[in-house]
């Protein structure tokens, strides 16, 4: 009896064990971090702003004192935001578009002199998604997403750099936990997230003798519109001749996909990871934030980096095929 309690003590003891253990890497980055400028007003850019994500950290940033740029893709949609939030000053600019970016650059320039203002950051968050099996997948369809995930946040990123640089602002990426963790369905957005992660990852370098911080946030599931935006996807799927072969995929895409809707964290989870990278000394590198089916998305994250791939794959396609309930 007396061994037993002991025992037990000693797994008492333990137990904060798995949790050290999980925080050492976050600990040696803080150590190993270099301190950025601060700038504890100014201006910050945000794109994708209209909706989701990008639409609560512009007026949660605007909140916070900063002179936020929200970019939106219509004239009906900057009217909307500025109706919610007349503070906010309204870019309507399409990351795909070269001269929607230069006159974004140009609106900004102007407020910067005009008003004597530093920009702060740029936040790349425009972002769209579609999941489809690569097979059934499309090049057009999958050109079109890489040319807003990936070119259009490049096309933003290089176009602000000179600013940027003058006045010792940060970037942030806004790209997915889908870019550690691959499961069926995700070549397109998967692919188009981790291209965007390797690259803020080399921006990081380069832009260090300027103390230009760079930063990726990598949400979980949070609870936006973007997926009822998947427009076309499933039609193109069920025309596609092979489409019987995927047919368990694509009948429980839907399902799936509300079951983690459901249990998605809100917007100010993403929101505080990017006013942290946009304003701490040392930000972090990476935001792993919200959860997937109600297992915080850090979690994920550490499997991702622990397994071997074989292993990971197994873990990924059991919780796959679990039926949705
Ligand atoms: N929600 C999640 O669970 C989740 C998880 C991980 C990562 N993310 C990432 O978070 C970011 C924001 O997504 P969200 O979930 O907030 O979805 P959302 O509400 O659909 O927001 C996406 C934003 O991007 C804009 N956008 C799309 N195409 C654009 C283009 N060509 N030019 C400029 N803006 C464009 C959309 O504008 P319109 O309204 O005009 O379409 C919208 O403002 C995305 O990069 C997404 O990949 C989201």
Known sequence: ?????????????????????????????????????????GIVVITGASSGIGRHAALALDLGGMTVFAAVRSHEAAAALLAERPSVRALVWDVTSQEHTEAAVDAVRAAMSAEGLPLVGLVNNAGVSHRLPLELDTDEAMRALYEVNVF??????????????????RVVFVSSLAALLPHP????????????????????????????????VEPGYVRTGIAAKQVG?????????????????????????????????????????????????????????????????????????????????????????????
């Open 1 to 41: 009896m007396a061994r037993a309690r002991a025992w037990a003590r000693v797994a008492l003891m333990l137990l904060p064990l798995p949790a050290l253990v999980l925080h050492i890497p976050l600990w040696i980055e803080q150590l190993s971090s270099i301190e950025y400028p601060i700038h504890p007003r």
């Open 152 to 169: 259009g946040a490049v096309r933003a990123t290089r176009a602000f750099l000179p600013l940027l640089r003058e006045s010792r602002g």
């Open 233 to 325: 996807a499933a039609a193109r799927a069920r025309t596609h001749p092979f489409a019987e072969l995927y047919s368990d995929f694509v009948g429980s895409q839907d399902a799936r996909r509300l079951q983690m809707e459901g249990k998605a964290d809100s917007p100010l989870v993403t929101s505080s990871a990017i006013a942290h990278a946009l304003a701490a000394p040392r930000p972090r590198t990476r935001y792993v934030v919200a959860n997937v089916n109600g297992v915080p998305a850090w979690a994920y994250g550490w499997l991702a980096w622990l397994l071997p791939d074989r292993l990971q794959d197994r873990v990924v396609l059991r919780a796959w095929r679990q039926p949705v309930v």
């Open 185 to 216: 369905g995700a070549a397109a957005y998967s692919g188009s997230k981790a291209a965007i992660e390797l690259t803020a990852d080399v921006l990081r370098l380069e832009l260090e003798p300027w103390r230009v911080s760079v930063s990726v």
